[in-house]
């Protein structure tokens, strides 16, 4: 099977570690790499153009080609939200990555521009809404819900019937409880163990977490127009 060929919107280590899987693990050949003009500082990675965003267009017809944004965090997964809307109103379909080496249960429903490494647990009646990257080795259970733009890093484990709110960021070997829903705009601490709901723009760590004074906002140096 063969997909659309493919522009990455990013020059990042996210972008190379992206085009690295999607070379060597999906129906996709990547063809380009783009990066807003500010932020253009080579012609080219792997031997592939950078371009101007704003030159995409052109050089990559939407009706030929796919884009999958190679951003990760930063700014608690604004920058991420931004390239995605940007890239999607000009036309393009923004493709999700799932690897072959990843348990995902067949009634599983993954969004757009969703990255899901190897060995991450999906089971029965996940949904992993648009822009959600979860890193290796994690685990969601039954009918959880991952909302928009939400970053999972490694060996986070997420129970059964839980929601994990948009724009969150989970820390290496956090856990939630079942049946807990976490805010959006939360940062779950490495380690960091759940049991119960959690308040929006949020830092939590421990055992059992409880909030930090400082913010998500001010943690991931969040500009003021993109607070709430």
């Given amino acids: 099977m063969s997909g659309k060929p493919l522009v990455l919107i990013g020059d990042g280590e996210f972008a190379e570690i992206a085009y690295e899987y999607f070379t060597h693990d999906s129906p996709h050949e990547v063809v380009a790499f783009a990066v807003e003009r500010p932020f253009l500082t080579r012609s080219d990675l792997f031997g592939l153009p950078v371009v101007p965003l704003d030159e995409l267009v052109a050089r990559f017809p939407v009706a030929t080609h796919g884009a999958f944004v190679a951003v990760t965090n930063t700014h608690l997964n604004r920058v991420r939200a931004r390239l995605m809307q940007a890239t999607s109103s000009l036309g393009y379909d923004l493709v999700s990555y799932v690897?072959?080496?990843?348990?995902?249960?067949?009634?599983?429903?993954?969004?757009?521009?969703?990255?899901?490494?190897?060995?991450?647990?999906?089971?029965?009646h996940v949904v992993l809404?648009?822009?959600v990257i979860l890193w290796s080795g994690n685990h969601v259970g039954h009918r959880s819900r991952i909302r928009k733009h939400t970053f999972m890093t490694s060996h986070v484990v997420v129970s059964g019937y839980c929601d994990?709110?948009?724009?969150?960021?989970?820390?290496?070997?956090?856990?939630?409880?079942?049946?807990?829903?976490?805010?959006?705009?939360?940062v779950i601490g490495m380690g960091a163990v759940i049991t119960r709901g959690t308040e929006p723009g949020k830092v939590y760590?421990?055992?059992?977490?409880?909030?930090m004074e400082k913010s998500a906002y001010d943690t991931f140096k969040v500009p003021e127009s993109d607070r709430p």
């Fill in 99 to 124: 690897s072959t080496r990843a348990f995902v249960w067949h009634n599983v429903v993954v969004g757009s521009n969703c990255f899901v490494f190897e060995n991450n647990v999906l089971q029965y």
């Fill in 129 to 131: 809404e648009d822009g």
């Fill in 164 to 186: 994990i709110g948009e724009n969150c960021f989970l820390g290496v070997n956090a856990s939630i409880a079942d049946h807990t829903t976490i805010a959006h705009d939360c």
């Fill in 205 to 211: 760590v421990g055992n059992p977490g409880k909030p």
